[in-house]
């Protein structure tokens, strides 16, 4: 079975500070990878998606990365915000098994960025 | 482009009642899910629709857990009787691609946040 640990559980941290979020997990034969945040209350936004067979992908001042060979991947936040407080998700999608649809997510990390 | 709706966004009820949610996905997406979040973790999978017929409902507590998806479109999911553990938030989301095709981006809605007394 697919298991998914973020770490840090938390973070806190000065506005302008450069940050990694690390997400592991446990079967490599993933079809994709996919970051979500999370705000009090509300629902998942989706940061970014990096299929299987890519290294990394960009968007804005986040950027991902995923080595599936050894089960990880991280979010790299660039010149952090206040705004950018908020729980951050990260989830696989088996490639194989009756589970192909079924995301696995973390437990998250909350992030909060102070001015 | 409207996002995944969902309703109502809170309900309170006493353990063994009935409750409800209703969820309308982005226009087009033919494979819908219902996530049960409980607070401090990750969501879960309940159930995954593709079209109007069930993918994956393996974790889906059938005793008091139900969920249909008619015409393809709306789902409702409904939970008789209710008890404590149910609480939770119920999160609705939805894709374009296929679940054999396995490579599409999941969009969510605020969720329906379920409180049992």
């Known amino acids: 079975k697919q298991e998914v640990t973020q770490i840090p559980a938390a973070l806190s941290v000065p506005e302008g500070e450069n940050l990694v979020l690390n997400c592991s997990f446990t079967?490599?034969?993933?079809?994709?990878l996919q970051w979500f945040r999370q705000d009090p209350g509300k629902g998942l936004t989706s940061l970014l998606l990096i299929q299987s067979s890519q290294r990394e992908q960009t968007s804005g001042r986040l950027n991902a990365s995923l080595d599936k060979s050894s089960g990880r991947s991280t979010l790299y936040i660039a010149a952090s915000q206040p705004g950018d407080s908020a729980t951050y998700l990260c989830a696989v999608r088996p490639r194989r098994g009756s589970t192909l649809g079924r995301l696995y997510f973390g437990r998250g990390t909350q992030l909060t960025v102070w001015p | 482009e409207a996002g995944v709706a969902q309703s109502p966004r809170y309900k309170i009820i006493e353990k063994r009642q009935s409750v409800a949610f209703w969820c309308n996905p982005i226009s087009g997406h033919a494979t819908l899910y219902w996530y049960q979040q409980i607070l401090g973790q990750g969501p879960k999978l309940l159930i995954q629709?593709?079209?109007?017929?069930?993918?994956?409902d393996s974790q889906l507590p059938k005793d008091r857990f139900s969920a249909e998806r008619l015409k393809g479109v709306d789902s409702t999911l409904k939970i008789q009787p209710a008890k404590l553990e149910d609480s939770a938030v119920y999160l609705c989301?939805?894709?374009?691609?296929?679940?054999?095709?396995?490579?599409?981006?999941?969009?969510f809605g605020e969720g329906s946040r379920l409180t049992v007394l």
């Open positions: 989301a939805s894709s374009l691609d296929s679940v054999a095709r396995g490579a599409g981006e999941l969009f």
């Open positions: 629709f593709q079209n109007n017929g069930v993918v994956d």
């Open positions: 079967d490599s034969a993933i079809y994709n």
